[in-house]
C-alpha cells in the first residue's frame, strides 16, 4: 500500500467502548470522501486538527467488520466483538450522503476560492507592471528623489543655503576691477546666500530607439532682494522692503546618445573651460569673498576672480564622447560673448558683434590605484571679438581681436586627504568672468593668468577641514599705461565643514581678500561667515 494509505491506517485507531478498536489495513482504503478532505486541507479549508477527525470519524463509521486489537482482547476478553451488520452499512451510508456533499461543497468553494486569489494577484501584478503606475527608487543621499513612470525616469533634487557674514575692510583705495571690499570703510553685515544659490533642479530621462535622451530644467533662486543689472539675477542686490529674490533659470538643455557613441547637449549649461576649477572650489558649500557684501545678490564670489575665471552657464551644442579608459574628451560652440568694460572709467574695450560662435573643448583622466584616486585635465577657449569699441580706437577702425585661453588642473584624494591644483592662461580672456576687461582701451589684448591650490583633510567622517589660496593676475596691453586698473587679485580661505546629517552641512570660514592696481592703490578686506547648506 502507499504512504498515505498507512497514514489512513494509524489514523483509524478509535477508542470504542472502553477498549481500542484496531481497523485492519484491508479496511482502511482511501474512498473519495478522503480523497476531499485531502484536497481541503491542501487549500486550507481545514486545519490539520479537523482534517484529522473528520478522517478519523470517516474511517470509524465505514469500517468493515473489525477485530478488537491482541492486548485489547486479553485484557477485555468477555467483552463481545461489534459486528456491522447490513443495517448498519445503510446506517452509515445515510449518514455519509450529506457529509460527502458537504465536503465536495466546501472543495469547489475552496478552489474557487483559490481561483479568484490567482486572479487577483495576476491583476495586481499586471497593475504593478503597467506604465501607468509610477514607483521610486531607493533613496540615495544627496541624489534626490527618483520616479519610475513607466520607461521614463523624473529625478528632483536640489540644495538650500544661507549664512550670517561679516565683512571688516582693512583699508586702502578702491582698485578698479578690484574685488576687494577695503576700500569702502565701513563694516557689513548680512544674511546671504555663499557662493551656490539655491537650486532646485529636474531631470527626465528615457530610452526611445536604443537613444538615450535627457532633459534639464535647473532653476537657482536666491535669498535676497534682486536688482537686476548687467548680470541679472547675479547683480548686487537691494536690501530694501517690499523686494523680492531673484531667480536664475541657468539650467534648460537637453542630451541624447549611446554609451558607445556619446552625447550631445544642446540647450543652456555649465560651460567646459573652468567648470572642473569651479566644481571642485571648496568654497562651492561656503562663501569665500563676498564681493558686495552690504547689498548681496544671489551668490558670492567664492574664489571667482581670485584663482580661476567662471565657467558661467552658456548656451551651447556640445559632444561628450564615451569615458575609454577613463579618458573622456568633450568639444563645442557656444553662444559667444561681448568683450565687457568691468572695470569702468573707460579703461578696457567693448564688443557687440559675433560673426562666429566660441569654441570650447576639455580633456579629462579619472584614475584609481590603491587608496589614490583623482582626475587631471586640460581645456581650451577660443572666440573671436570683432568690431570692438574703445576710448582710444577711432570710430572706423572696425578692430577686432582673437581671445584664447588654455587651462590645466588636477584634483588627488588619499585616504582622508584631498588636493587641488589649478592654473590658467589667457590672451584676450580677461579676468573674474569670461572676458571681463580682455581687451585694453586701444583695442589691444590684455594677458593673463592665475591658479590656485587647495588642501583638505577628513578628521572624522563628519569633520573636515579646508585651507586654500589663489591668484589671478591681468597685464597691460601694449601701448598701455593703467595705473588704476587691477593688477592682482588674491585671497585665502580656511573653513571647517560638519556634516551634521546625511543632508545638512554645517559650515564655519574664514576668507582675505586683497585688490592690487597697477599703481599704488590697494584694497584689503577680511570675512568671517557661519551658516549651513542642506543637499537632498
Request: aromatic share 8%.
Amino acid at each position: 500500500m502507499s504512504p498515505r494509505h498507512w497514514a489512513l491506517v494509524g489514523l483509524a485507531a478509535v477508542m470504542t467502548g472502553g477498549g481500542v478498536t484496531v481497523l485492519c489495513p484491508a479496511d482502511a482504503r482511501a474512498d473519495d470522501y478522503s480523497d476531499l478532505l485531502d484536497i481541503l486541507r491542501a487549500k486550507g479549508a481545514l486545519t490539520q486538527g479537523e482534517y484529522s477527525t473528520l478522517l478519523v470519524r470517516h474511517l470509524h463509521r465505514t469500517a468493515a467488520p473489525v477485530r478488537p486489537a491482541r492486548h485489547a482482547a486479553a485484557a477485555h476478553h468477555d467483552r463481545p466483538v461489534p459486528v456491522a451488520t447490513a443495517d448498519d452499512a445503510g446506517d452509515a451510508g445515510g449518514r455519509m450522503a450529506p457529509m460527502v456533499a458537504a465536503a465536495r461543497q466546501a472543495a469547489d468553494s475552496a478552489a474557487a476560492s483559490a481561483r479568484s486569489a490567482q486572479e487577483a494577484m495576476l491583476a495586481a501584478q499586471s497593475e504593478i507592471d503597467s506604465p501607468s503606475v509610477v514607483r521610486i527608487a531607493n533613496y540615495v543621499p544627496g541624489k534626490g528623489l527618483t520616479f519610475h513612470a513607466g520607461p521614463v525616469d523624473i529625478n528632483f533634487s536640489g540644495f538650500i543655503n544661507g549664512f550670517y557674514s561679516y565683512n571688516s575692510p582693512s583699508g586702502g583705495r578702491p582698485v578698479a576691477g578690484g574685488l576687494s571690499t577695503g576700500g569702502s570703510g565701513f563694516d557689513s553685515s548680512s544674511v546671504r546666500n555663499g557662493l551656490l544659490p539655491a537650486g532646485f533642479i529636474v531631470k527626465l530621462t528615457t530610452t526611445q530607439s536604443g537613444i538615450d535622451l535627457g532633459a534639464v530644467l535647473g532653476m537657482y533662486p536666491g535669498i535676497d532682494n534682486a536688482n537686476p543689472g548687467a548680470f541679472n539675477a547675479n547683480s548686487g542686490g537691494s536690501p530694501v522692503g517690499l523686494g523680492t529674490p531673484g531667480i536664475d533659470l541657468r539650467q534648460v538643455y537637453i542630451t541624447a546618445g549611446t554609451k558607445s557613441a556619446g552625447t550631445v547637449k544642446i540647450g543652456r549649461d555649465l560651460a567646459l573651460f573652468g567648470s572642473d576649477a569651479i566644481l571642485d572650489d571648496a568654497t562651492l558649500l561656503s562663501v569665500g569673498s563676498v564681493g558686495s557684501n552690504a547689498s548681496p545678490g544671489n551668490t558670492s564670489l567664492g574664489r571667482i576672480g581670485v584663482g580661476y575665471v567662471y565657467a558661467d552657464w552658456i548656451p551651447q551644442i556640445s559632444y561628450a564622447s564615451p569615458v575609454i579608459h577613463g579618458v573622456q574628451g568633450s568639444v563645442g560652440i557656444f553662444q559667444p560673448l561681448d568683450e565687457y568694460n568691468y572695470a569702468g572709467d573707460n579703461l578696457s574695450a567693448s564688443s557687440i558683434q559675433h560673426s562666429s560662435p566660441m569654441v570650447q573643448g576639455k580633456v579629462t583622466y579619472d584614475f584609481k590605484s590603491g587608496d589614490l584616486s583623482g582626475r587631471i585635465w586640460a581645456g581650451f577657449l577660443v572666440q573671436h571679438q570683432q568690431d570692438l569699441t574703445g576710448a582710444n580706437i577711432p570710430t572706423d577702425a572696425r578692430r577686432g581681436a582673437m581671445a584664447e585661453a588654455g587651462e590645466i588642473g588636477a584634483k588627488l584624494t588619499y585616504g582622508r586627504a584631498q588636493g587641488v591644483a589649478y592654473y590658467y592662461r589667457g590672451s584676450g580672456l580677461g579676468t573674474t568672468g569670461l572676458f571681463f576687461d580682455g581687451v585694453a582701451a586701444n583695442g589691444r589684448k590684455r594677458d593673463s593668468e592665475g591658479y590656485y591650490v587647495q588642501g583638505s583633510y577628513a578628521f572624522t567622517k563628519h569633520f573636515k577641514l579646508v585651507g586654500s589660496y589663489g591668484v589671478s593676475n591681468l597685464y597691460q596691453a601694449p601701448g598701455e599705461d593703467s595705473s588704476l586698473l587691477v593688477r592682482r587679485n588674491e585671497s585665502e580661505v580656511g573653513a571647517g565643514y560638519y556634516t551634521l546629517t546625511d543632508w545638512l552641512t554645517l559650515v564655519a570660514e574664514y576668507a582675505h581678500t586683497q585688490a592690487d592696481a597697477h599703481g599704488p592703490d590697494s584694497a584689503r578686506d577680511n570675512t568671517v561667515s557661519a551658516g549651513a547648506i542642506l543637499f537632498f
